[in-house]
């Protein structure tokens, strides 16, 4: 089944912080983040896997709670670079590459 | 290195018709996978292949739509005779780990 990502929407002004969650009624592997900006690919964010630890880089940052099947990003002090829509993809397999089961998407607007 | 690339990036064509989209993953990346994009809508996954052969075609919407996989690496995703409902953005992605690399799109439009 398709995670469920909220909020749907978020506008903010630069320097705010966000999260955004994404939940399953399934159990997953491993929750997989992308943001995609009007009318190009997704970029990959970043990769967690059940059992690992909370992952960052720069002033973005994930954690994934297994019990819970949840997933949720942070976004701190957000530059407006940040705006577009970010994507969490879920896989249940922990075989490896397997196809992901994306969410619909929470657009993030960031405004000087 | 290059990325993933995918041809034509734009396809107009008649309901009816057949279409063949094409996806040029990265190289080494023996993980190839299709997903669609449709209006305002998260991404929908299609198809996988590991190598040359799909082990997961759980997500092909319909009969009419196919894709193989040549050489381990160039693979062709084929809508026959299109509907309306077929336009979307069509999405492939590879990988040789978990992490998925996506190219740029085609962009179906069925008239």
């Known amino acids: 089944q398709q995670p469920v990502q909220s909020p749907q929407a978020v506008i903010l002004r630069e320097g705010e912080d966000a999260v955004i969650n994404c939940s399953s009624s399934?159990?997953?592997?491993?929750v997989h983040w992308y943001r995609q900006k009007h009318g190009e690919a997704p970029v990959f964010l970043m990769i967690?896997?059940?059992?690992?630890e909370q992952k960052g880089h720069d002033k973005i940052s994930a954690s994934f709670n297994e019990k819970k099947q949840q997933s949720s990003l942070y976004l701190t002090a957000s530059q407006l670079s940040y705006s577009g829509t970010y994507f969490c993809?879920?896989?249940?397999?922990?075989?490896?590459?397997?196809?992901?089961?994306f969410g619909k998407g929470t657009h993030l607007i960031i405004q000087p | 290195g290059a990325g993933v690339s995918q041809s034509p990036s734009n396809k107009v064509t008649e309901k009816g018709k057949d279409v063949e989209l094409r996806c040029d993953p990265i190289?080494?990346?023996?993980?190839l996978y299709w997903y669609r994009q449709s209006l305002g809508q998260g991404l929908e996954f299609l198809i996988y292949?590991?190598?040359?052969?799909?082990?997961?075609k759980s997500g092909l919407p319909s009969d009419r739509f196919s894709a193989e996989r040549t050489g381990g690496s160039v693979s062709t995703l084929t809508i026959q005779r299109t509907q309306q409902e077929d336009s979307a953005v069509y999405l492939c992605?590879?990988?040789?780990?978990?992490?998925?690399?996506f190219g740029p799109g085609t962009r179906l439009t069925v008239l």
């Open positions: 992605a590879s990988s040789r780990g978990r992490q998925q690399y």
């Open positions: 967690l896997l059940k059992g690992g």
């Open positions: 993809g879920t896989s249940a397999s922990g075989g490896g590459a397997d196809g992901l089961t």
């Open positions: 399934k159990a997953l592997y491993s």
């Open positions: 190289s080494g990346h023996t993980a």
């Open positions: 292949f590991q190598g040359n052969s799909a082990p997961d």
